[in-house]
């Protein structure tokens, strides 16, 4: 019953609340009219302010944090290799041998073990033939043997940064010229029998010895080294013929040498000299034919000679300088 009269009551106050309300209208009169004003022209840029703000300057700082980290290597061990067996080098040599009909060979070739202060050996060279004429026409030219002999001797010594080196050697070679046979040579011969005579045989003769000996002193620095390089040796040279000529020669050759780098474009520049003198002593047979009586003509001379070079290299191009 009471929820009843609760809402009876509810809408008699709407409705009453609705008959309350009183709806007027107004309404007004207004004279308008629209003016334009005139513009003018205003020459000041306009001003924009930024609204990003600036940056923040503070200063801050970060602790290092230290970790504690424990690394313990783990233990190497070398590898094990098969020991390195150095082959073996022969240092002697031995060649003989002989060839029909008269044609012995021999070759001697001696040299020390290995040593990181000297060096020294021997060598020997020996190869002749001696045939006799063969047949009905190499009977009617003048016996012609062959020889070839050569001898050499030699000794190092290694220093530090320095070689001393020396050498002594012999040369000996004969060879007989064939001549005219025995019917040619009749038309210049007044008498055929010189034909088995020593003075023909000798003018087709040639037979000459050399004895040659050297002792030097040189460096051992290589390019890279800024020192002083140098080379010097002196020579000895004698020569003989079967004609009785003969030439002494007495030599200093020499060198003294420095590379430096100042250009850096040019790598390494080489500064040289050399000094080199040579003394000969000449005694010349004028005569072909008697070489016993012949008039002989003896020339001596000296020579010495000073060269000052300079070179280095510029990519693709060597360049000169100097005698």
Do not use: C
């Not at 073990?113 to 190499?138: C, E, R």
């Not at 250009?263 to 000449?282: L, P, W």
């Amino acid at each position: 019953m009471k929820k009843t009269v609760l809402i009876t009551l509810l809408i008699w106050l709407a409705a009453f609340s609705l008959q309350a309300q009183v709806i007027d209208t107004a309404r007004f009169r207004l004279d308008f009219r629209p003016m334009v004003i005139n513009s003018q022209k205003v020459n000041q840029q306009a001003e924009i302010n930024d609204t990003v703000s600036g940056e923040v300057g503070f200063n801050y700082e970060i602790s290092p944090q230290e970790i504690d980290i424990a690394f313990e290597p783990s233990q190497v061990k070398p590898m094990k290799l098969a020991p390195d067996v150095m082959q073996r080098l022969y240092r002697n040599f031995l060649k003989v041998g002989f060839g029909y009909p008269v044609t012995p060979l021999f070759d001697l070739h001696i040299h020390n073990p290995d040593n990181s202060k000297y060096s020294y050996g021997l060598g020997v060279h020996h190869y002749s033939s001696w045939m006799p004429a063969v047949g009905k026409k190499m009977k009617q030219y003048a016996y012609h043997p062959t020889s070839d002999t050569r001898v050499n001797v030699f000794f190092n010594r290694f220093f530090k940064n320095q070689t001393l080196y020396s050498s002594i050697g012999y040369v000996h070679k004969y060879a007989n010229l064939y001549g005219y046979n025995k019917d040619t040579l009749s038309q210049y011969l007044d008498n055929v029998e010189d034909y088995y005579r020593k003075t023909y045989h000798d003018s087709i003769n040639n037979s000459f010895h050399h004895v040659k000996g050297e002792v030097g002193f040189r460096s051992n620095y290589v390019l890279e080294d800024r020192k002083l390089k140098q080379d010097v040796r002196l020579n000895y040279d004698l020569i003989t013929t079967h004609k009785k000529d003969m030439e002494n020669h007495i030599g200093l050759d020499s060198y003294f040498a420095y590379d430096s780098r100042f250009m850096k474009v040019t790598g390494s520049q080489n500064f040289r000299i050399d000094f080199d003198m040579d003394f000969y002593n000449n005694r010349w047979n004028d005569s072909i034919g008697d070489t016993l009586n012949s008039y002989r003509r003896v020339d001596n001379s000296f020579k010495l000679e000073i060269r000052p070079t300079m070179n280095f290299t510029i990519g693709e191009y060597h360049f000169l300088f100097g005698a």
